[in-house]
């Protein structure tokens, strides 16, 4: 199974940016989607954002123009780079990606905490 190590993350004041990689221990192509989540305490997990292995991207409305998502197929990572961070977006953020062989992958969370 290819499995999927996060780094990035942390600190941050409000408006400022961070960026969070994903990093697959094999061929991201594995994986037909791929995408960022986040869970805030008391909440659900919800989905963020998500790319597909041809590219095409998607967003959760309160996050589009502030985050992007991309991957570098030659390094088998995927980002979220987040800019405009607002306190609401602290969260522990998970990365996924979804296989046909292996079925559903994931990251092991990394903290953002976004200070006002």
């Known amino acids: 199974q290819v499995q999927l190590v996060q780094s990035g993350g942390g600190l941050v004041q409000s408006g400022g940016s961070l960026r969070l990689s994903c990093a697959a221990s094999?061929?991201?192509?594995?994986?037909?989607?791929m995408g960022w989540y986040r869970q805030a305490p008391g909440k659900q997990r919800e989905l963020v954002a998500s790319i597909t292995s041809g590219g095409s991207t998607d967003y959760a409305d309160y996050v589009k123009g502030r985050f992007t998502i991309s991957r570098d197929n030659a390094k088998n990572t995927m980002y979220l780079r987040m800019d405009s961070l607002k306190p609401e977006d602290a969260a522990v953020y998970y990365c996924?990606?979804?296989?046909?062989?292996?079925?559903?992958?994931w990251g092991q969370g990394t903290q953002v905490t976004v200070s006002s």
């Open positions: 094999g061929s991201i192509f594995t994986f037909y989607t």
């Open positions: 996924s990606g979804s296989s046909i062989i292996y079925g559903n992958s």
